[in-house]
Structures are given as C-alpha cells and as structure tokens.
C-alpha cells in the first residue's frame, strides 16, 4: 500500500456509516484516484467498507499519455 493516499480510512468511516443507518441508498465507492495509484490502494475503501457497488476506474481520459494527444 502507498504511503500517501488522497484518502484515509477515516475520510470513509465519516459518512458511509450513517448513509447505511438512514436510508436505503447504495453506496458506489470509486476507485478513482490519482494516476500514480496501484489498483491495490484503488481498492482499499471498497474492500475496507464491503461497498454494495463499486466502479473499477482504471483511469481517465484527463491522463492520456498516448501519441494522439501530441495532434490535439
């Protein structure tokens, strides 16, 4: 695991907790993140939190480092 994740478990147990005891809404945790994230620290708070649903985002179109970029 990194050592200095945008998020701790603290972040999560601040909210995800009391959604669960006040309705009956699903929770999407993304495992969005920074590019320089692992997929293993991309998972910690869905893994972490049991998420009902969960996004496997392994990156986004904002990070291209492909030769088109160069034409754009």
């Not at 699903?26 to 320089?36: D, E, F, L, P, R």
């Not at 996004?55 to 970029?69: A, E, L, R, Y």
């Amino acid at each position: 695991m990194s050592d200095a994740l945008p998020y701790t478990h603290d972040d999560f147990a601040a909210f995800l907790p009391r959604i669960k005891q006040v309705t009956n809404a699903v929770a999407n945790i993304s495992t969005g993140g920074s590019i320089t994230l692992s997929i293993q620290d991309r998972i910690i708070p869905a893994a972490t939190f049991s998420a009902e649903m969960c996004s496997m985002n392994i990156g986004s179109v904002n990070f291209s480092f492909h030769p088109i970029k160069q034409e754009i």
